[in-house]
């Protein structure tokens, strides 16, 4: 079932839940502790725990294989340590809401360029006009979507 679109498609919208739920709550761990840096390490330590556990309960992959890989493939770790400590530094500021909706428009267009060109070895999803549409669509919605006085 999970390996279906349908099921796949179920798991990204629970993904989605819980990046503003991730958000709201690391900022107020950083807030309570009064330093979002560490509320952004002690996060990031748990998330090492659990991938470490799901890592152990498969098969290892062939260490030659982490050293053949593209030294640029590593930097996904570099964007997860600024998301979070961009957003619990942030949104305690200016609001979950705003901040999730303003990383979803970034999310939005890098999407659209990382597809339409095929970045990082990617399937090449050309933007066509409903598509620049529909992305125009959802990026005046998280415009609207946000609270002013933002932007």
Do not use: C, E
Request: proline content about 7%.
């Amino acid at each position: 079932m999970i390996n279906t679109p349908f099921g796949m498609s179920v798991v990204m919208v629970v993904a989605g839940i819980g990046i503003p739920i991730m958000a709201a709550l690391n900022s107020g761990l950083g807030v309570k502790l009064g330093n979002p840096v560490a509320a952004s390490s002690i996060l990031l330590s748990i998330a090492l725990m659990v991938s470490l556990a799901f890592t152990l309960s498969k098969p290892l992959p062939d260490t030659g294989l982490l050293g053949a890989s593209p030294l640029h493939y590593f930097m996904g770790g570099v964007f997860v340590a600024f998301y979070i400590l961009s957003i619990t530094w942030i949104a305690p500021k200016i609001g979950i809401g705003n901040a999730v909706f303003l990383v979803l428009l970034g999310q939005i267009v890098a999407s659209a360029l990382i597809d339409n060109f095929g970045w990082f070895n990617t399937p090449v999803s050309p933007l066509s006009v409903r598509r620049g549409v529909g992305i125009a669509l959802m990026a005046a919605g998280v415009y609207l979507a946000r609270k002013p006085p933002m932007l």
